[in-house]
Structure formats: structure tokens, C-alpha cells
């Protein structure tokens, strides 16, 4: 088991506010943090809606960062991206050379998921990507606060907690993710 400090570097994964009749791409981006409090910088990219491109396109925009080589964690907003465009965590994780952890605060529906997915072209990919990431994991990183679910590659349980619970200042979304989140969303309003 890895031991990490709580200043390490993360980037947080979110993609924007998207309409799926009229947005063909939508905007992703990376916020990268030293641990919970210092912002270190952001990166974009662009991927289509519910393509089938965006674990190349993420890792390729890490890759192509000048913060690439000091990132500890990869954190992403769950392991969908512009509606169905599905991450694979495994394959991130080996292009990048980088752990991930994907969180959301409401368990997925993997049965309803599986329906919208019948809807788009290789839907049995799509659906295989998404069981390979493995069932989310209801994690509570101190009793005060509510739940997160988690699916991760290349950590320990017990390593997601604690670099979840570094990460996090208020509320349960770690800071990396919460920011991406609020500069994705800002793009689009």
C-alpha cells in the first residue's frame, strides 16, 4: 500500500453542461491540485457526445500537460463523460501511468444505464467497458458526512479513503473534482 501525503497532486475530471439535440462535443476539463487547497492549473480537451473516444482523449490531454509527470491521481466525475461516452478506468490508468478513481454521490443505476445504452451504436462495448470498471463502492470518508460511491484502478480501498479524505474540504466531492466541475459547468452558462 502506497502512503499519500496530503499535498499530492490530483487532477479532477468533469465534463460541461451539454444539450444533446444541438451539442455534438462537449468540453472537458482538468483541475489540478495540490492536495485540497492549492489550484495548480487547468486543461481542456473536447469529446463527442456519447462517442466512444474519451479515455484516448482524457489520457492524451494528461499526457500533453506540463503537470503529467508530478499527477498522482487521476479523479474523475464518474466513468461517463458527455452522456455515454464510457471511461475505461484500467485502460486510463495504464495510458497514463496513473491510479483513478471515479466518484459520484448517488449510486449508479446499472439497469437503467443499460437500457439508455440498447440506444447507441455498440452498446455492448459500451456496457463491457462499464462492468470491467467493476460495481461503485459506497465509501464515507469521516461519519459526518454523506457517502460517495467509488470505482478504482491501480489503489487499495483503504488508499481511495484516504486520498478522498485529502482532498476533501467541504462537503464529499474532493476539491479537484469540484472545481473541475464548477469551470466545466462555467463554460456553458
Known sequence: MHQFKKGIKIIGIACSSFNRTKDQEVAVIGAIYRGASLFEGMIKTAVQVDGEEATDKIADMIK????????????????????????????????????????????????????????????????????ENGLPIQMISSPEKEPVFVQFYSLTEEEVKQIITNATIVGRIP???????????????
Open 64 to 131: 500533453n500537460s506540463t503537470h503529467w509527470q508530478q499527477l498522482k491521481v487521476i479523479m474523475t466525475r464518474g466513468v461517463t463523460i458527455a452522456g455515454f461516452n464510457c471511461l475505461s478506468l484500467k485502460q486510463l490508468s495504464e495510458l497514463t501511468s496513473l491510479p483513478v478513481i471515479s466518484i459520484v454521490d448517488r449510486k449508479p443505476d446499472m439497469d437503467s444505464i443499460k437500457s439508455a445504452l440498447q440506444n447507441l451504436p455498440n452498446s455492448k462495448e459500451r456496457f463491457q467497458i462499464l462492468e
Open 175 to 189: 476539491e479537484p473534482l469540484r472545481v473541475a466541475r464548477l469551470i466545466a459547468v462555467g463554460l456553458t452558462d
